[in-house]
Each structure stands twice: as C-alpha cells, then as structure tokens.
C-alpha cells in the first residue's frame, strides 16, 4: 500500500506540476514538480540505507543521486519524472512477482482445514491438526481430504487437479493409498488415516510452497554483484560528461537513464514466472536456486519404486513355510502394514482385504527405513520386510532363486525371529518413464541412475527396460547417500526418491525431488522439488521451463542493459536531456519486465503438442487398454493349463479365450489400425513411426486364426494330444505378442496424454 501511495504522490504533482506550467503558472508549476522529486526521494534514500546496511550497494543509489542532481540543475519536470518512474517500477515489480507466485499462493491457502473423525462411531467435525495416525474419518462429497491415508470403503474417485493438473477424477480402490490436499468428487468414503496433518505430503507441500522465493536464484545474485561494479561506472560516465562538457545537466541525463537496472527488474520477475508456470504444472520448486539448478542438472539418480515402476505392486504369490499357511502369513503381514504409508504395505494391505481376511490390530508399531516395519499381533512379534539375519534354510533360498526368475519383490514375514513365509510381488514399469527420460536426456542429462534397496535381478530388469547407465541395487540408505555423493562429485546431480529411506540421499543430493502424491512427509521435507503428481514426467515439464527462464531472464536483463547503455552514451554526448531520458528509461523497464513475465506463459519444450481430436483418441483407447490388460492373463492361465486327458476342460477354457479375443481384443486392435495410427502419423511426421505396430497388429490377427481353425479341428470333442503343443505355443505367442505390444503402445503414445494440461499449447 505504501509503494502504491507513493506512486499515486508522484502522479500526482506530476499531473499538477504540467497543469500550473499550462496555466501560465511556471512558478508554481516547478514547485510542485520539486516537491514531487523529494517525496520520491525520501524513500529512496531509505532502501540505499537499508541496503547498505545489509551490505550491498544496490542501483537505487544512482536513482538518489538522479533525483538529487535533478533538484540541484533545475530540472524539475525530469526529477518529477523519475519520481514517478522509480515508485512506478517498484508497484509494477511488486505486481509482477504476486502474478507469478499466485500459482504458489493457491497452493497453500487451500490446505485442508477439518476433518470428520468417528468417535463412538459417529463421525464429528474436528481441527484437522487433531487427527492422528489411526484414526477413522469420513470424507463427504465436495469435501478435501484432510490427512494422508488408505481407503478403507469399497473405492472413492477423487479431483486431483489441483495437485496435479489432471482434468478428470482419479478412482482409488479399497487399501489404496489417498495424499491429503484432493478433493472427493463422488460419494462420501472413509479412510484410515497414515500421519497426522503435520506429517501429511501435502503440509510438506504448503512449507516448501511458504519457503519459495525468486531472489535466491544465482541469476538474481548476480545482479547484486553486477549493481556493486554498475554505480562506480555510472558515477565514471555521468563525472566523466560534466567534466568534457563543463555542463551539469549532461551528468544528471546520464544518471537518468541509468536508473533503475533492468537486470534488477528483470530477474526476479523471470525466475518467479518460471516458479509459479512448474507449480501450475504439478512441481514445487523451492526457491529460484533450485530452479537454476534444475535446469542445470547433468545426472539423475532416480529411486526404482513408485519412481520409475507403477507405485502399485501387486501380490503374485503367498508362500508359507514347511506346514505353515499362505493366508496367516498374508494375514499377519498385512496386520502391521496397514499402518505403514510405503507402496509395498499398501499391496499387502489390499491383497489380505481383497481376499476378505480379518486384519487384528497391531500394538507397539515400528518402522526402519529400507527394512521394514514390526509390531505385536496378539502379543507375538511380528516383522514384515527383509529377511532377517544372515542364514538362510533351503526353503528360504529356493524362494530366492523363484523370486529371481520371476523378477519378483520379495517380502519376508517372521513371527517371533522365525520366518514364517515370504509375498511376492511385482511391479509394472510406469507407461510415461520411457518417454520421460529420454525428454529429460533431450533436456540436458547425460547420465541416469538407478539406486535401489531391492535386489540386483529386479532392479537389473527395469533398468534393461529403461536403458538406466548404472544400476546400484541391495542399497541401505547409508549406502543411498554415498552412491549420490559419488554422483555428485562427478556432475551436478538430482536424486528423485519418495520414501522416507530415501530421504538422507535427497538431501546429499544437489537437488532433490520427492515424489509428493504418494512420498512420506521426510522425503518432501528434505526435498528442493516436489512432485505434487504422482507423475516423473512433470519433472521433464518442469526442467523445460527452468531452461526456458533462464534464458528469459538473460534475454530480458541483457536487451535492458545494451539500451540503459545505449542510452547513457547519447545523454552523455549531449543528445538526450534528462527528462526525455526518463522516459525512456521508464519504457525500457516496462518493457523488461513484461517480457520477464513471458515465463508465465505455456511452451511446449521437449513435450511433442497434441491436437484436440488426437488427445481425444488417445484417451479413449488409453482406457480401453487399462480394461484389456487384465484378461491377458487368462491367455497364458489357459496355455499353463492345457494337458493331455481333460480334453472338455480345455476345449470350455480355449472357447473363452476365443470370445475374450474375438469379442473384445481384435476390434479394439482394428480400431487402432484405423482410427489411431493414421493420428499418430500425421503427428510424428509420417507412417514409419507407427508401421511396427502395425506389424504387430498383424502376428495377433495371424494368431488367432490359428487358434480359431485349431477350435474348428476340435469341434465339440475338445483338443487332440496331437494339437496341445501347438495350442500351447499359439496361446504363449499371443501373449508375449500382446504383452510387448501393450506396452510399446503405452510408452510410445499413450505417455503423451499425461500432459499438465492437454491438448499442450506450443510457444
């Protein structure tokens, strides 16, 4: 309000000053524009002081030094003018950095504050700052989710586009994990909540949105240096032009024109734009450092579950120890990860509830990063997570050498120190990390690395897939922090990781990014970014527009310094008078910060831009395949079942296979070919890049042909002996054929319509 004041005095007695001069009052008139030169002047003198108490030697020295030199040649019209420049400048700088950091400013002001608790099994409104872990809530339509938790109700959609820009609601099932800060878009569902609202993902949130600020980018220091050499010269220049000319006023024209520097303005303006575009796309920057940093990045460490895998395992297999049971084994394990937030205990957790099993509850919980959780189930202690101690039975190694086969987690449970069983499960890789690492190696990363506590076959697996540089696998968290430091010593480097083991190895990073959608409040407390969607590519988005505000920045400071110059020289040589000089000094800043502000504005970077219709089709037959993956595996349920003797049984399992291929598969594939790829063609420039899919569109017709002619030859009898190996090979072909094919689809087109905010705008 006080800097809007002082440019409403300065308008002012600019206004006043050119009517008395008008009405023949030129007296008056030079008064009022005098008067309006110190009113400018006062505050000026103020932010010298304070920042020369704060050890600087900032631009608006040259300003003090313009007004007051104003004052003392009589140049009262120009004295008004830069009065009104300098109090425009700052209320158009503070209009500026509010506009770009409104994205930052909703985040925070829309943090959650009640919740509904059961007590007595009603649920009451209380302070979300009183959940506790543990406890039950109710979640109404409309309402926000106050904590971090797991649906406890049969499902619940939920509006995360505030957190992460996706337009439509997201369904989360029972057991599954909700972050605090989404918004339930469907009928009221409970939950148990995982943290209480301090340590919820999204309180991380509000802090590293509170902490963010422009002016600790290395961009923004550098002004600070460049004001400490920019006043002796002007001083130099405008001394240096009065001494020539013998004419003061050509001193005070210099310092005009000098003031204030556009690298000043400019700055801060770009890099609070480039904060405020990342929060608009899902990404938290802290601060304008980490901003420069991300675009800077030449290594990236990434953590393998929920970074660059699904987050969602599932459970493939239970196995019970020697004369155990496969389902107390689930059921105990499950017992003391319902109260850990980790993506593994949340599988477990919905495996156990989807089997409809009875979950106790446990006493005196504990949980170690990178080993796992314990607790008392009906007073036996009960560890869930590596196996413990160092040897191992036959059983437990042959269950390692089939966990090493399969490319499965594996999970120990031991009751009282003796393993009681081991879950397997197994994580799909993410349909977008593909297509984001290599937007992020197009972004300026020379080197990706893999840093897992899971074992070397499964991390080895991923990596292959991904084409990872190094794979550090079996790691503890100690081990973590010194496999980034080694990376760090090497190039700047940025770790990205969502747990609270990984937490210390953010933080050993030069720049950490949490996985905030589903990370624990440590990982995004020590993080520098944070992905507010539970999506790597918008760290791709998010390094796009930290090149891009960088060089907005610089483009903006340095056309607004060769002008100042530029500018300097002609009021140096006589050729423009202080007061024309303020004028154009004042457009020159104007027009530096307004291009300052185009950091603002959506640009495509190394994300390829979608069409409306292509946007739609990708997302139609994105959904499609979400429904058709699943049946997949009866495909090969039916080909490991197929044996000699059960020729009826065979012949009902092959006919559904049939219908699930004929019915639903192939006109989904047809309607591809037709409709999608020639989209696609058009939009990566032409048939070849959708002629391999085509291919393969062409092997699962050509299979299930084969199959339909070997249900011809068996008629109603059931399968030969003689068809049954080359049933079986049909059966495994289409399903190696489809798997492959689904996921080449999912990684090459489908990845494209996670966009921020699609169909993505070019510019």
Known sequence: MRRIALLTGTVGALTAGGVLRLLGEATAGDAVWAVGTVVALVPALWWVVSALRAGRLGVDAIAVLALGGALAVGEYLAGAVIGVMLAGGRVLEDYALRRARRDLTALYERAPREARRYEEGVPCRVAADEVRRGDRLLVPSGEMVPVDGVVESEGALLDESALSGESLPVEHRKGESVPSGVVNAGPPFDMRATASAADSAYSGLVRLARETEAGSAPIVRLADRFAAWFVPATLLASGGAWLISGDAVRAVAVLVVATPCPLLLAAPAAIAS?????????????????????????????????????????????????????EEVLRLAAAVDQMSSHVLAAAIVRAARTRGLALPTPEDVSEVPGTGASALVKGRRVRVGKAPGSRSSAWEGAQRARAALDGAMTVWVSLDDQVTGVILLRDAVRGDAGRTLRRMRSAGIDRVVMLTGDRAEVAESVAAVLGVDRVLAEQTPANKVEGVRDEARRATTMMVGDGINDAPALAAADLGVAMGARGTAASVQMADVV???????????????????????????????????????????????????????????????????????????????????????????????????????????????????????????????????????????????????????????????????????????????RLSRHLDLAADRGPRADQLDDLRACLYGLYAVLTLHFAQEEEAYFSLVSAPSAPNAAG
């Open 274 to 326: 480039g904060l405020s575009r990342t929060a608009r796309q899902g990404v938290v920057v802290k601060g304008g450092g980490a901003l420069e940093t991300l675009g800077r990045a030449r290594t990236l460490v990434l953590d393998k579950t929920g970074t660059l895998t699904e987050g969602r395992p599932q459970v493939v297999d239970v196995l019970a120890a020697p004369g155990g049971d496969p």
């Open 531 to 705: 992905l507010t969607a539970d999506r790597i590519d918008r760290l791709a988005d998010a390094m796009d527009v930290a090149r891009r505000t960088r060089r907005i920045a610089l483009q903006s400071a340095g056309a607004g310094m060769a002008l100042s110059l530029v500018a300097m020289a002609a009021a140096a040589a006589g050729a423009l008078p202080p007061t024309a000089g303020a004028v154009l000094q004042e457009v020159i800043d104007v027009a530096v910060i307004l291009n300052a502000l185009r950091a603002l504005r959506a640009a495509r970077g190394t994300r390829l831009p979608l069409d409306r219709p292509t946007f739609d089709l990708l997302r139609r037959f994105e959904r499609e395949h979400a429904e058709l993956r699943p049946p997949l595996e009866l495909i090969r349920e039916v080909a490991d079942r197929l044996r000699p003797g059960e020729p009826g049984e065979a012949l009902a399992d092959l006919r559904r296979v049939h219908a699930f291929l004929t019915g639903d598969l192939l006109p989904h594939e047809h309607d591809e070919e037709s409709r999608l790829y020639p989209a696609m063609a058009r939009l990566l420039g032409g048939p070849e890049a959708t002629v391999t899919m085509s291919r393969a569109h062409a092997e699962i017709d050509r299979l299930v042909r």
